[in-house]
């Protein structure tokens, strides 16, 4: 490998760049690229990373019993586990939903890199005057980052959240000082990058991330929304392109590490779970669709705290692991455990899943080798509930147990389970008869473990 330096590598910022740029390309070194014509794609097995594959049988049951279409892992950028049920195929196209926020946020990035805009940009600069219905010294406060964040101000409990028609964006609050889940300021975004690109963001997108990874697809216009539809490698492409830092193999093409890192760290503290349109994993509390409620904890206490997810509507998922180097895509119709434009039941229990697939297989000979997971799963069932439910764990060894019902406020309301329990599978009966109808946390503790759920108690059926 040729480096090439000019004169002002020479110097103490030259030296910086250099460094940091090959620091950035030797981790995309250490990845697995596919060929951009999709003619192969290294794999990887699950028996060869040691991990558990008497497992592989209960993670395939639960995606095809969800009604999944396609599910890939990556390890290094290799494929260890491709699944694709029914009549899908390999080459069959998919919706990714909200999902599809990650990728503009991640072509925003690179408008903003090749100086077209900033983020900091009123968006009025971009979509002109009264592109809100909201008062103009209002509107004026909202940039494009606000748009990037969920922090616009705007009204989002109206008839139909994804109308982008200024009379149906209204004032609620300054820009910055209310975080909610609004879908319209984001669909804006594909007319700044016009705008500013000269481009549409097809055209942008086939240019600066297509031409150069090897991904396909398209935004496509349905009513007021846009939405991205790609084959399932597709998605995993981009997953690889993100725990890449922007790298594909050799091949720069998000270098704004300020705008990379930015994306996926807590973009405002209303609600850190929330990145420029990414979920991020790990956070000490978070906001979810349609509530103006904080829940403490982790958003999926079953998954690496580092992990940050694109996730849409009917449990579409992209989820990147960096400490891991895992990539994980679901596409499909929407599971029975759906819960809104962002898949959180579901996606807790595919990562309980995997958890016990990863899991080393040698661990579970007992005897003086410690388990490496403790707590190989944790679920409430039925949720929502009314008369009782059933919460689930396992333990990977023999550990001290407690299971309680926190309102939220973190007041203890009732106790499920308190004593020392042997490794294995355990069913508790929560009765709800002495619980008010409302929002809970069903905290496990296990050892040093915890691990929370979100449950709803509601008055019947």
């Not at 049988?57 to 639960?62: A, C």
């Not at 725990?243 to 704004?256: A, E, F, H, N, V």
Request: aromatic content about 14%.
């Amino acid at each position: 490998m040729k480096v090439f330096f000019s004169a002002f590598s020479a110097g103490k910022w030259g030296k910086a760049i250099l460094l940091w740029s090959a620091g950035l390309f030797l981790q995309a070194q250490s990845l697995y690229f596919p060929p951009t014509n999709d003619t192969g794609w290294a794999k990887l097995s699950p028996g060869g990373l040691g991990w558990d594959t008497t497992r592989i049988d209960s993670l395939y049951h639960f995606l095809s019993q969800n009604r999944t279409k396609a599910f890939l892992l990556l390890k290094d950028g290799k494929i260890v586990i491709e699944w694709y049920f029914g009549s899908f195929t390999k080459d069959s196209l998919w919706y990714w939903a909200s999902a599809g926020k990650g990728l503009t946020a991640f072509l925003v990035g690179i408008a903003q890199q090749e100086g077209y805009l900033r983020i900091t940009d009123p968006s009025t600069q971009w979509l002109g005057p009264g592109w809100t219905s909201a008062p103009p010294d209002k509107e004026a406060l909202i940039t494009i980052r606000h748009q990037l964040t969920m922090t616009s101000g705007l009204e989002d409990s109206v008839p139909d959240p994804y109308c982008t028609l200024p009379a149906c964006l209204s004032y609620k609050a300054d820009a910055g000082t209310r975080w909610a889940y609004h879908n319209a300021p984001y669909t804006l975004l594909d007319s700044v990058i016009k705008a500013a690109t000269g481009r549409s963001i097809n055209a942008y997108f086939y240019q600066k991330v297509a031409s150069k990874t090897g991904m396909r697809g398209a935004f496509l216009r349905i009513g007021y929304n846009s939405i991205f539809f790609s084959e399932a490698r597709s998605m995993a492409r981009f997953g690889l392109l993100i725990l890449s830092k922007g790298w594909w193999d050799q091949t720069p093409i998000l270098t704004d590490t300020t705008y990379y890192n930015q994306m996926l760290r807590p973009s405002q503290a209303l609600n850190p779970a929330y990145g420029y349109l990414w979920w991020l994993n790990g956070q000490p509390y978070f906001m979810v669709p349609g509530l103006q409620m904080v829940f403490p904890g982790s958003l999926f206490p079953s998954a690496p705290a580092d992990m940050v997810s694109a996730l849409g509507k009917d449990d579409q998922i992209l989820d990147v692991v960096p400490g891991e180097k895992l990539v994980v895509v679901r596409m499909g119709e929407a599971s029975y455990l759906a819960s809104g434009p962002v898949p959180f039941t579901f996606h807790e229990q595919l990562w309980q899943h995997l958890r016990a697939i990863m899991v080393p297989a040698a661990s579970l000979a007992g005897g003086d080798q410690a388990f490496s997971i403790p707590m190989r799963g944790y679920s409430v069932s039925p949720n929502p509930f009314w008369g009782e439910t059933v919460v689930t764990f396992e333990l990977g060894k023999p550990l001290p147990v407690r299971v309680k019902v926190l309102d939220m406020l973190g007041r203890e309301i009732a106790t499920v389970a308190e004593g020392f329990y042997e490794r294995g599978r355990h069913d508790l009966v929560l009765q709800g008869d002495r619980i008010a109808s409302g929002v809970y946390l069903c905290r496990l503790t296990a050892g040093e473990w915890y691990m929370e759920r979100l449950l709803l108690k509601i008055d019947g059926p």
